[in-house]
């Protein structure tokens, strides 16, 4: 038995050819391993946009007010008496902060109209940040010259899409009726904010501000986001929705613990896995081995032959585990996440990764039993042969 590359690859391939069961079973342990560890990854990636897209879909978490609002009395009236200048929500969108995005301006106020108390909110379409378009805007996007009208109000008032209304001596027509919603929402009349602003004799001027605090996975807490937007607008109050803001960290949260749970489990199970194979093939051969280094074979080609088999059992599982993975991701990841679909995509550095890890796996796994087999005595062997 020669010490030599070539030599040792055809007592390899001999190997497995002859022992057919025993490698396929090590490489299946290892392609479900890699497979399923790629597919987490894979899916993991596109949970968190999805995630992102989810908790995005429950609303604003942080209100901005004017100085000075006693926020008790904010929250009996649903609105800041205060107000404070249109400029401050372009302000916060070019100062380039990282905490905060997706910023839009209200002015609302407490009207009588048709006999009905309603609470008349003036919405500006949201500013993009840095001066930037913002991709899927939040909130409201109403056009000038027409109104959103909450369901109760449009009830109670027997208004319906299509209407012309008069609010305060402005004609608006209205574009949309909101579904109901359980809360104050179904007394509002929305409307452009600079609508709403003439309406109100109250040109530039809101009194508050929308946004959503850019979690980045609980690294940015409120007390973060109050001093950055105070750096930017001294004196004003920021508040935050707390049940939102704990849903979406949460939510987030659940889907990182899955991935650091499954994959270590997956990972160790595939180890013993491919331990035990190794073990139980070293078993089967072990007068083999006693022959072989009773002959003067060294124990280096004898291990090499073990732990060369380990490595490539770790290469081929990688690359036909990345595969499985990747495909299987891609396939049912669209119906599962379909509002992030376009982004679901083989990642393919992934596969540098899956080849180094599944190797090095192998080879922990079979380091011991086949340091086991060339220590063995061949004497000892033979004679229990």
Known sequence: MGDGGPMLLRMMLAEIVHRKGNFLSALIAVVAAVAISVGVVTVCDASRRETVRLMRDMGFNLLIVPEGTDMADFWSRSFAEGEMPEDYVYRLADSGLMTIRHLVARL???????GRDVLLTGVLPEVGMKGRPPKSPMGLTIDPGTAYVGRHIADSAGVAVGDEIDVLGRRLRVAAV???QGSIDDIRIYGHLHDVQEMLGRPGRINEIEALQCLCWGKHTLANVRADVRSVLPGVEVTEMRSIAIARAETRKMVERFAGVLIPAVVLI???WVGLSTLRNINDRRAEI???RALGVSSR??????????TLIGLLGAVV????????????????FPHTAKFIAPIYGLLGWALVGSALLCLTASWLPAMSAVMQDPAEVLSEE
């Open 108 to 114: 609302q106020k407490r009207v009588t109209w048709r």
């Open 178 to 180: 909101i579904d109901e």
């Open 270 to 272: 595939a180890t013993v």
């Open 290 to 292: 006693g022959i072989l």
């Open 301 to 310: 080609p004898i291990a090499a032959l073990f732990l060369g088999k380990a």
């Open 321 to 336: 585990g990345w595969a499985v993975g990747t495909a299987v991701a891609v396939h049912y990841g669209t119906d599962i």
